[in-house]
Protein backbone atom coordinates (compact mmCIF):
# COMPACT_ATOMS: atom_id res chain seq x y z
CA UNK A 1 0.00 0.00 0.00
CA UNK A 2 1.03 3.73 -0.81
CA UNK A 3 1.52 5.47 2.23
CA UNK A 4 2.19 9.38 2.61
CA UNK A 5 3.32 10.65 5.34
CA UNK A 6 2.76 14.01 6.74
CA UNK A 7 5.40 15.30 9.55
CA UNK A 8 2.27 16.64 12.12
CA UNK A 9 -1.38 16.38 12.17
CA UNK A 10 -2.10 19.52 14.13
CA UNK A 11 0.04 22.80 14.14
CA UNK A 12 -0.29 25.82 16.28
CA UNK A 13 2.23 29.03 15.46
CA UNK A 14 1.90 32.63 15.66
CA UNK A 15 1.97 35.14 12.84
CA UNK A 16 4.89 35.54 11.43
CA UNK A 17 6.74 32.46 11.93
CA UNK A 18 8.43 30.34 9.41
CA UNK A 19 6.63 27.11 8.72
CA UNK A 20 7.31 23.73 7.79
CA UNK A 21 5.13 21.09 6.45
CA UNK A 22 6.86 17.76 5.76
CA UNK A 23 5.68 15.04 3.88
CA UNK A 24 7.17 11.84 2.68
CA UNK A 25 5.54 9.27 0.20
CA UNK A 26 7.42 5.60 -0.01
CA UNK A 27 6.60 4.60 -3.21
CA UNK A 28 9.09 6.14 -5.85
CA UNK A 29 6.00 8.36 -6.95
CA UNK A 30 7.32 11.02 -9.67
CA UNK A 31 4.70 13.51 -8.14
CA UNK A 32 3.61 15.48 -5.04
CA UNK A 33 1.24 17.60 -4.38
CA UNK A 34 0.55 20.45 -1.77
CA UNK A 35 -3.13 21.54 -0.78
CA UNK A 36 -5.15 23.45 1.63
CA UNK A 37 -8.55 22.71 2.33
CA UNK A 38 -11.14 25.18 3.84
CA UNK A 39 -14.54 24.73 4.08
CA UNK A 40 -17.15 25.60 1.22
CA UNK A 41 -13.66 26.09 -1.09
CA UNK A 42 -12.86 22.65 -1.36
CA UNK A 43 -9.64 21.49 -2.25
CA UNK A 44 -6.94 24.27 -3.71
CA UNK A 45 -3.58 23.86 -5.17
CA UNK A 46 -0.72 25.22 -3.69
CA UNK A 47 1.99 24.02 -5.42
CA UNK A 48 3.39 20.95 -7.05
CA UNK A 49 6.28 19.26 -8.15
CA UNK A 50 6.57 16.83 -11.27
CA UNK A 51 10.69 15.40 -10.56
CA UNK A 52 13.25 16.37 -7.76
CA UNK A 53 13.87 20.13 -7.68
CA UNK A 54 10.93 20.90 -10.11
CA UNK A 55 8.06 22.86 -8.54
CA UNK A 56 5.10 24.77 -10.49
CA UNK A 57 2.94 26.94 -9.04
CA UNK A 58 -1.01 26.18 -8.12
CA UNK A 59 -3.85 28.20 -8.29
CA UNK A 60 -2.67 29.73 -4.88
CA UNK A 61 0.75 29.89 -4.38
CA UNK A 62 0.86 33.38 -2.71
CA UNK A 63 2.63 33.64 0.50
CA UNK A 64 3.86 29.74 0.15
CA UNK A 65 7.09 27.96 -1.23
CA UNK A 66 8.25 24.50 -1.83
CA UNK A 67 11.68 22.54 -1.59
CA UNK A 68 11.88 18.89 -2.77
CA UNK A 69 15.46 17.53 -2.59
CA UNK A 70 14.54 14.26 -2.73
CA UNK A 71 12.44 12.19 -4.69
CA UNK A 72 10.25 11.10 -1.87
CA UNK A 73 10.01 14.46 0.32
CA UNK A 74 8.09 17.45 -0.76
CA UNK A 75 8.01 20.44 1.46
CA UNK A 76 6.06 23.38 2.09
CA UNK A 77 6.75 26.15 3.34
CA UNK A 78 4.96 29.23 5.03
CA UNK A 79 8.00 32.22 4.81
CA UNK A 80 5.76 34.22 7.18
CA UNK A 81 2.45 33.12 8.31
CA UNK A 82 -0.20 34.92 8.63
CA UNK A 83 -3.77 34.21 10.24
CA UNK A 84 -5.51 33.17 6.64
CA UNK A 85 -3.24 30.53 6.40
CA UNK A 86 -4.89 28.93 9.21
CA UNK A 87 -6.36 25.68 7.51
CA UNK A 88 -6.11 21.84 6.65
CA UNK A 89 -3.21 21.33 4.56
CA UNK A 90 -2.94 17.92 2.23
CA UNK A 91 -0.33 16.41 0.60
CA UNK A 92 -1.08 13.78 -1.98
CA UNK A 93 1.09 11.98 -4.35
CA UNK A 94 0.85 9.87 -7.52
CA UNK A 95 2.46 8.46 -10.63
CA UNK A 96 2.07 9.25 -14.54
CA UNK A 97 -0.31 6.09 -16.33
CA UNK A 98 -0.46 6.54 -20.00
CA UNK A 99 1.06 9.95 -20.10
CA UNK A 100 -1.74 11.48 -17.11
CA UNK A 101 -1.84 12.00 -13.57
CA UNK A 102 -3.59 8.91 -12.54
CA UNK A 103 -5.36 7.99 -8.74
CA UNK A 104 -4.02 10.43 -5.96
CA UNK A 105 -2.99 9.23 -3.00
CA UNK A 106 -3.12 11.93 0.11
CA UNK A 107 -1.78 12.42 3.27
CA UNK A 108 -3.75 12.71 6.67
CA UNK A 109 -3.25 16.43 6.58
CA UNK A 110 -2.15 18.66 8.57
CA UNK A 111 -4.39 21.15 10.29
CA UNK A 112 -2.35 24.48 10.92
CA UNK A 113 -3.82 26.96 13.39
CA UNK A 114 -1.84 30.27 12.72
CA UNK A 115 -2.77 33.19 16.32
CA UNK B 1 -9.99 27.66 -9.95
CA UNK B 2 -12.81 25.11 -9.10
CA UNK B 3 -13.42 22.70 -12.37
CA UNK B 4 -15.65 19.85 -10.16
CA UNK B 5 -18.87 21.19 -8.76
CA UNK B 6 -20.75 18.47 -6.76
CA UNK B 7 -24.42 18.74 -6.62
CA UNK B 8 -26.19 18.64 -3.90
CA UNK B 9 -23.80 20.44 -1.13
CA UNK B 10 -25.64 18.31 1.64
CA UNK B 11 -27.45 15.51 1.54
CA UNK B 12 -29.67 13.89 4.50
CA UNK B 13 -31.02 10.69 4.45
CA UNK B 14 -32.34 7.15 6.63
CA UNK B 15 -30.21 4.43 6.81
CA UNK B 16 -30.69 1.72 4.26
CA UNK B 17 -31.75 4.76 1.55
CA UNK B 18 -29.97 5.51 -1.70
CA UNK B 19 -27.92 8.27 -2.02
CA UNK B 20 -26.81 10.07 -5.07
CA UNK B 21 -24.29 12.19 -5.62
CA UNK B 22 -23.60 14.86 -8.96
CA UNK B 23 -20.50 16.71 -10.26
CA UNK B 24 -20.32 18.55 -13.03
CA UNK B 25 -16.76 19.88 -14.69
CA UNK B 26 -15.92 22.08 -17.51
CA UNK B 27 -12.85 21.00 -19.51
CA UNK B 28 -11.61 17.51 -21.05
CA UNK B 29 -10.59 14.38 -19.16
CA UNK B 30 -8.49 11.43 -18.60
CA UNK B 31 -10.55 10.14 -15.59
CA UNK B 32 -12.75 10.99 -12.94
CA UNK B 33 -12.57 9.84 -9.62
CA UNK B 34 -14.51 10.03 -6.56
CA UNK B 35 -13.04 10.53 -2.84
CA UNK B 36 -14.43 10.10 0.74
CA UNK B 37 -13.28 12.10 3.55
CA UNK B 38 -14.53 11.64 7.10
CA UNK B 39 -14.66 14.73 9.41
CA UNK B 40 -11.81 15.78 10.44
CA UNK B 41 -9.18 13.50 8.18
CA UNK B 42 -7.87 12.66 4.73
CA UNK B 43 -9.52 12.09 1.76
CA UNK B 44 -9.82 8.23 0.66
CA UNK B 45 -9.66 7.23 -2.85
CA UNK B 46 -13.11 5.62 -3.47
CA UNK B 47 -13.44 4.68 -7.54
CA UNK B 48 -11.60 6.14 -10.88
CA UNK B 49 -14.13 5.88 -14.23
CA UNK B 50 -11.68 6.89 -17.25
CA UNK B 51 -13.21 8.78 -19.81
CA UNK B 52 -13.68 6.15 -22.18
CA UNK B 53 -15.98 4.35 -19.86
CA UNK B 54 -19.94 5.02 -18.42
CA UNK B 55 -20.18 3.34 -15.73
CA UNK B 56 -18.68 1.58 -13.08
CA UNK B 57 -18.93 -0.19 -9.56
CA UNK B 58 -17.16 -1.33 -6.54
CA UNK B 59 -19.22 -2.63 -3.44
CA UNK B 60 -21.93 -0.44 -2.97
CA UNK B 61 -20.83 2.27 -5.09
CA UNK B 62 -21.84 3.12 -8.26
CA UNK B 63 -20.29 5.82 -10.57
CA UNK B 64 -21.53 6.31 -14.37
CA UNK B 65 -19.93 9.20 -16.39
CA UNK B 66 -21.06 11.09 -19.73
CA UNK B 67 -18.45 12.95 -20.91
CA UNK B 68 -20.83 14.66 -23.37
CA UNK B 69 -22.44 16.32 -20.41
CA UNK B 70 -19.13 16.79 -18.55
CA UNK B 71 -20.96 15.07 -15.80
CA UNK B 72 -20.74 12.20 -13.26
CA UNK B 73 -22.54 10.58 -10.65
CA UNK B 74 -22.19 8.81 -7.24
CA UNK B 75 -24.52 6.22 -6.39
CA UNK B 76 -24.25 5.00 -2.78
CA UNK B 77 -26.61 2.02 -2.22
CA UNK B 78 -28.38 0.61 1.01
CA UNK B 79 -26.50 3.49 2.66
CA UNK B 80 -25.52 3.01 6.53
CA UNK B 81 -24.16 5.37 8.97
CA UNK B 82 -20.97 5.05 8.81
CA UNK B 83 -21.28 6.34 5.20
CA UNK B 84 -21.67 10.09 6.69
CA UNK B 85 -18.73 11.95 5.39
CA UNK B 86 -18.19 14.01 2.67
CA UNK B 87 -17.75 13.23 -0.86
CA UNK B 88 -15.53 15.02 -4.01
CA UNK B 89 -15.49 14.33 -7.28
CA UNK B 90 -11.81 14.94 -8.85
CA UNK B 91 -11.32 15.68 -12.84
CA UNK B 92 -7.68 14.42 -14.04
CA UNK B 93 -5.82 15.76 -17.01
CA UNK B 94 -2.58 17.78 -16.88
CA UNK B 95 -3.70 18.24 -13.12
CA UNK B 96 -6.42 17.37 -10.58
CA UNK B 97 -9.04 19.58 -10.11
CA UNK B 98 -11.62 18.98 -6.69
CA UNK B 99 -14.96 19.92 -6.48
CA UNK B 100 -16.28 21.71 -3.47
CA UNK B 101 -17.83 18.62 -2.02
CA UNK B 102 -20.89 16.90 -0.21
CA UNK B 103 -21.50 16.72 2.82
CA UNK B 104 -23.73 13.34 3.47
CA UNK B 105 -25.39 12.26 6.76
CA UNK B 106 -27.09 8.94 6.88
CA UNK B 107 -29.32 9.20 10.22
CA UNK B 108 -29.67 5.50 11.56
Known amino acids: DVKVTQSSRYLVKRTGEKVFLECVQDMDHENMFWYRQDPGLGLRLIYF???????EKGDIPEGYSVSREKKERFSLILESASTNQTSMYLC??????????????FGPGTRLTVL | SQQGEEDPQALSIQEGENATMNCSYK?????LQWYRQNSGRGLVHLIL?????REKHSGRLRVTLDTSKKSSSLLITASRAADTASYFC????????FGTGTSLTVIP
Open chain 2, 27 to 31: TSINN
Open chain 2, 49 to 53: IRSNE
Open chain 1, 49 to 55: SYDVKMK
Open chain 2, 90 to 97: ATAGNQFY
Open chain 1, 92 to 105: ASTTWSSGATDTQY
